[in-house]
């Protein structure tokens, strides 16, 4: 008989010190000497975190490096006074080991258990994904198209301006972040993000998006990606329904219902155990059902615009103009401005380097901006959301008081941008001055812009949060707010302005014994990776947990 294998441990060794052009065989001794360890005793190794550390020391000299977190696999209990020190000294952390997607048994409900999922964003996908490789029979529908179609759709809207409502940067195959740069990081910390990082990377991601701080696939390689994802679905057993929109739902009982079916565009389909992931812009969806009566409450997001400068002015404002600059590629940023008794904060979200604002729309008479870049980051412009939090206080109190909001302000912005979804933009100093700016480009923005007074535009309160943050960020990236940065607009779903209640535990919705809302459409999350986790937490929730 085998001898059984010893249990171990993982312990972080944290902010580790790297050149540019150190290699990691250089950083595996780092780690061990910090953690005080031999080599013999590491069973396992990896980077957990790397991000760029470009600040200004105090006499002005900057010093680019990158700051490494590292996990050391040691055998369980392993003690030296080497190492205890280091662990008195917060050098090393014990951190909670990788979760798997799979989980050890299922109840037994759920064996052969016929579950729908709505919607094939990054929850979507991962919950059918874990629901699947746990015994159920999964549907899963979109009302969009499959990432060819889309992408024909996409071409025809830029060409013609018409919007398709049903395929377009929102619906379709992979949800809105198809079309928006493939941004994997996020603030989560959760043991199941490793695992979703894994599959991405099994299906063609570069291997550094499991510890790279501003992790990205990047838009042209995530449409290698998501036909292989979508393989390992159908291996599973998922079954994809494509153009299929859900139209209602056949509820049985009373006072806690359950979802007997779904009726679709293209017929009923029964089910089990019904997964929401329609994402943060199906505004048709969550009203027909709240008509049926699924709960739903306002909850705060995120309003703004989007700002685009040359790439150049980035890369020296935050890795100064010296050789070792031109080793790390185009520059990105992440920007803060808290708020302050009454008056809002504001931050920048959704970073695009080297990439191109685009138009995320379903409707018509509407606008709304995004960016993206693809993975060599080529183009020479940088955009990024400039955004504030709104919530009851700016517009009411009613379950879609956020929508409602945002459609005014999209309409708005419609019609000042020529009615044929050109964007208004005006100059970054014309907007902190209050005035109009006389021409506006050249962008990367291909349906145009025309110059608007986005500051009049945009409700008072918003807009004094983003003076206040252009203000800021001008003062940490020189030339911010500056005559290069130009203001196009409006950026209006960063976040979704409704969630569905829902149970901590079961994240069954209120009322229904096997109803689920997931990712961004249903308030809980903000992003790729955090969708994706909400997705297959709800699974393994559903799988444990039964019906």
């Given at each position: 008989m085998s001898e059984a294998r010893p249990s171990r441990e993982t312990w972080r060794v944290m902010n580790l010190d790297l050149a540019i052009d150190e290699t990691e065989s250089r950083l595996r001794e780092r780690a061990h000497e910090a953690a005080g360890v031999g080599a013999e005793?590491?069973?396992?190794?990896?980077?957990?975190?790397?991000?760029?550390?470009?600040?200004?020391?105090?006499?002005?000299?900057?010093?680019?490096?990158?700051?490494?977190?590292?996990?050391?696999v040691l055998e369980a209990g392993f003690t030296s006074p080497a190492f205890e020190r280091a662990r008195r000294a917060g050098r090393v952390k014990r951190?909670?080991?990788?979760?798997?997607?799979?989980?050890?048994?299922?109840?037994?409900?759920?064996?052969?258990?016929?579950?729908?999922?709505?919607?094939?964003?990054?929850?979507?996908?991962?919950?059918?994904?874990?629901?699947a490789r746990g015994g159920c029979r999964v549907d899963l529908l979109d009302r969009g198209p499959g990432l060819h179609e889309r992408g024909r759709a996409m071409s025809a809207f830029v060409r013609t301006r018409e919007p398709d409502p049903e395929a377009n940067l929102l619906f379709g195959e992979g949800g809105a972040g198809t079309y928006s740069d493939g941004k994997l990081y996020s603030r989560v910390d959760h043991p199941l993000e490793l695992p979703i990082l894994d599959e991405l990377v099994d299906c063609g991601a570069p291997p550094e998006i499991r510890y790279d701080s501003r992790a990205h696939i990047g838009t042209d390689r995530l449409h290698r990606v998501l036909p292989r994802l979508r393989g390992r679905l159908e291996d599973a057993g998922v079954r994809f329904h494509w153009m299929t929109r859900m139209d209602s739902l056949v509820i049985k009982g009373e006072g806690v219902r359950s979802v007997r079916a779904v009726v679709s565009s293209a017929g009923e389909l029964p089910c089990d155990a019904l997964v929401l992931a329609v994402g943060h812009s199906?505004?048709?969806?969550?009203?027909?059902?709240?008509?049926?009566?699924?709960?739903?409450?306002?909850?705060?997001?995120?309003?703004?615009?989007?700002?685009?400068?040359?790439?150049?002015?980035?890369?020296?404002?935050?890795?100064?103009?010296?050789p070792e600059a031109a080793l790390l590629g185009p520059a990105s940023y992440g920007l803060v401005c808290r708020?302050?008794?009454?008056?809002?904060?504001?931050?920048?979200?959704?970073?695009?380097?080297?990439?191109?604002?685009?138009?995320?729309?379903?409707?018509?008479?509407?606008?709304?901006?995004?960016?993206?870049?693809?993975?060599?980051?080529?183009?020479?412009?940088?955009?990024?959301?400039?955004?504030?939090?709104?919530?009851?206080?700016?517009?009411?109190?009613g379950p879609f008081a956020g929508v409602d909001l945002q459609r005014r302000l999209e309409g708005l912005f419609f019609e000042a941008g020529g009615s044929d979804y050109r964007a208004p933009a005006q100059w970054a100093p014309d907007f902190l001055a209050g005035r109009a700016s006389r021409s506006v480009g050249p962008t990367s923005y291909k349906l145009g812009v025309t110059p608007g007074r986005i500051d009049a535009l945009l409700p008072p309160r918003i807009r004094d949060a983003l003076r206040r943050?252009?203000?800021?960020?001008?003062?940490?990236?020189?030339?911010?707010a500056g005559p290069e940065g130009l203001l196009v607009g409006i950026e209006s779903r960063s976040s979704g302005p409704v969630r569905m209640p829902r149970d901590p535990e079961s994240f069954r919705a209120a009322?229904?014994?096997?109803?689920?809302?997931?990712?961004?459409?249903?308030?809980?999350?903000?992003?790729i990776m955090s969708s994706a986790i909400d997705g297959a937490r709800a699974a393994q929730a559903l799988l444990a947990g039964g019906l």
């Open positions: 005793e590491v069973r396992g190794f990896r980077i957990a975190r790397k991000s760029v550390d470009a600040r200004r020391s105090r006499g002005g000299k900057r010093r680019i490096r990158f700051v490494v977190q590292a996990d050391l951190c909670a080991e990788p979760a798997s997607l799979e989980l050890a048994s299922v109840h037994p409900s759920l064996a052969g258990a016929r579950v729908v999922v709505v919607g094939s964003g990054p929850a979507g996908l991962f919950a059918a994904l874990v629901l199906a505004r048709d969806s969550w009203q027909r059902l709240a008509e049926q009566g699924v709960v739903f409450e306002a909850k705060p997001f995120q309003l703004g615009v989007r700002i685009e400068h040359p790439q150049a002015l980035i890369d020296a404002g935050r890795y100064g103009t010296g708020a302050q008794a009454d008056k809002p904060g504001a931050h920048t979200f959704c970073m695009c380097p080297g990439g191109q604002i685009v138009a995320t729309v379903n409707g018509t008479r509407e606008l709304c901006t995004n960016g993206m870049s693809n993975s060599r980051h080529s183009s020479p412009w940088a955009n990024a959301g400039v955004v504030t939090t709104v919530g009851p206080r700016e517009f009411g109190s943050g252009l203000e800021r960020f001008d003062r940490q990236i020189a030339g911010f009322d229904f014994a096997n109803l689920i809302p997931v990712g961004e459409g249903a308030g809980y999350a903000g992003g």
